[in-house]
């Protein structure tokens, strides 16, 4: 991130927009590379002296902010001395001496120093400030090319633009159990607008809802390269700027502005991987943290997705390697709130729980999986969903023409289902109650059990 002076951003209309360094600047930032390049084995103080030679009152924002990306992803540097002397030592030694007033007064405090130490005169003036910033020597310049300077420059200039937010929405497809997993790293809340295809959560910090302050917008800031790793994401923030709130907006569109940063499929543990590959190779699809599942208020993510090509439907794998009991309680509570059919593969040295307490397929391991039992679990949720999907489409046909509430009452209960929204979603009704009459309305969904 940069430091917020060297910020650019244009405000027009009510919108915060940051002035992303382009491929005019790509020359600006090899300059500021050569800069440090021939800087090495010198100090760091003359590199800022030629860094400044090249600084204009249009230019000096960038020049300082690539110079800043260099000192944060390329640049080593060391202690100019080459001496077991500490620069912070011999401070403190020479401060507990008292004031001095004149040129002798010093001089005799810097000789009773050089005795103290067993050095010379010259090697404590020059170990004395060896440590500050500008005395430091460049040591190493790690290989970057310009272009990948700017890049790091815009994704740091996004995030420094990010620190004064009161509030985000972010939108995204993919990458989700490390954007949820950074958002809790980095002490955020979040709230589900949407969790379809693309989930939708606005993101809040308690800190933020007594008062104002910049720790909320620096986590957001923090969690942002995590959403950039997904295939599709999008941010919408309010940035309070003075005593007014702006809107600041981007999408992916822009992806080609930053570095690459795409996320890699990243097992957890050998078991998993070992799982996807013998299902797949047993002919089944297999694809691993594709959905979010919304659970309540909270936000669950199974291990695997499983289907077979001919299925309608599909089946959500768990793989609890090693669990505590207060992990299994936290992940019952969510597979119920989720209501998605579910296989959990789980250790059983580890404790001992039952299918029936999760509601779902629980299939139990000490070494190696049972592959035949994992099959049949799944099978079986399988043949469930499509038995249940054949079963509200038949009801569906049963109530369609249905426009008395005790008539529809009365079918629901033949079939042992009682009147509840998720029962009305999904067969496509719409009850509205006026006074004491209920209006019945139907309309298409093609949602299923």
């Known amino acids: 991130m940069l430091p917020k002076e060297l910020l650019e951003v244009r405000r027009v209309r009510g919108k915060i927009i940051p002035v992303f360094a382009s491929e005019k600047d790509v020359e600006l930032a090899e300059k500021v590379l050569k800069v440090f ?30 110079a800043k990306i260099l000192e944060n992803y390329c640049v080593d540097r060391a202690c100019s001395i080459d001496s077991e002397l500490i620069p912070k030592d011999i401070r403190m030694f020479l401060f507990e001496r008292g004031y001095v007033t004149s040129k002798e007064e010093r001089d005799k405090v810097i000789e009773y120093a050089a005795k103290y130490f067993g050095v010379s005169v010259e090697e404590i003036e020059r170990a004395m400030y060896a440590d500050r910033e500008e005395e430091l020597l460049i040591t190493r310049v790690e290989s970057i090319t310009p272009q990948e300077i700017v890049k790091r420059y815009n994704l740091s200039l996004l995030q420094t633009a990010l620190f004064d937010s009161i509030s985000a929405i972010l939108d995204f497809s993919g990458n989700y159990s490390r954007i949820f997993r950074a958002i809790k790293y980095y002490g955020l809340m979040y709230d589900f607008i949407s969790c379809k295809e693309v989930v939708e959560v606005e993101v809040t910090g308690p800190a933020s809802l007594i008062k104002m302050t910049r720790k909320y917008g620096t986590a957001i800031a923090k969690v942002l390269p995590e959403l950039m790793r997904a295939d599709w994401w999008r941010i919408k923030a309010k940035i309070l700027d003075g005593s007014r709130i702006y809107e600041l907006e981007i999408d992916s569109s822009k992806r080609n502005l930053f570095p690459e940063l795409k996320s890699k499929e990243k097992y957890d543990s050998s078991l998993e991987e070992e799982f996807c590959r013998r299902m797949r190779n047993l002919g089944y699809e297999i694809r691993r943290e594709q959905v979010v599942v919304k659970a309540g208020n909270k936000a669950f993510i199974p291990d695997f997705v499983v289907w077979k090509k001919s299925w309608k439907n599909k089946v959500y794998v768990e793989i609890a390697g090693f669990w505590t009991v207060e992990y299994i309680k936290k992940k019952v509570e969510k597979i119920r709130e989720a209501k998605i059919p579910l296989v959990v593969i789980a250790r059983e040295e580890f404790g001992d729980v039952r299918g029936a307490e999760f509601n779902t397929e629980l299939v139990i391991f000490s070494k190696k999986f049972d592959y035949g039992k994992i099959l049949r679990a799944i099978n079986k949720l399988a043949k469930k969903e499509k038995d249940q999907q054949k079963n509200i489409s038949e009801l569906k046909e049963k109530v369609k023409e249905v426009r008395d509430f005790e008539e529809l009452e009365r079918i629901l209960k033949e079939c042992g289902l009682g009147i509840n929204d998720s029962i009305l979603k999904k067969l496509g009704i719409n009850v509205v109650w006026k006074g004491l009459k209920a209006e019945i309305t139907h309309h298409d969904n093609n949602s299923n059990f």
Request: aromatic share 10%; no cysteine; hydrophobic share 35%.
């Open 37 to 66: 390049k021939s800087g090495i084995g010198k100090k760091y103080g003359s590199v800022l002296k030629a860094l400044r030679e090249i600084e204009t009152a249009d230019n000096f924002k960038k020049v300082r902010g690539f």
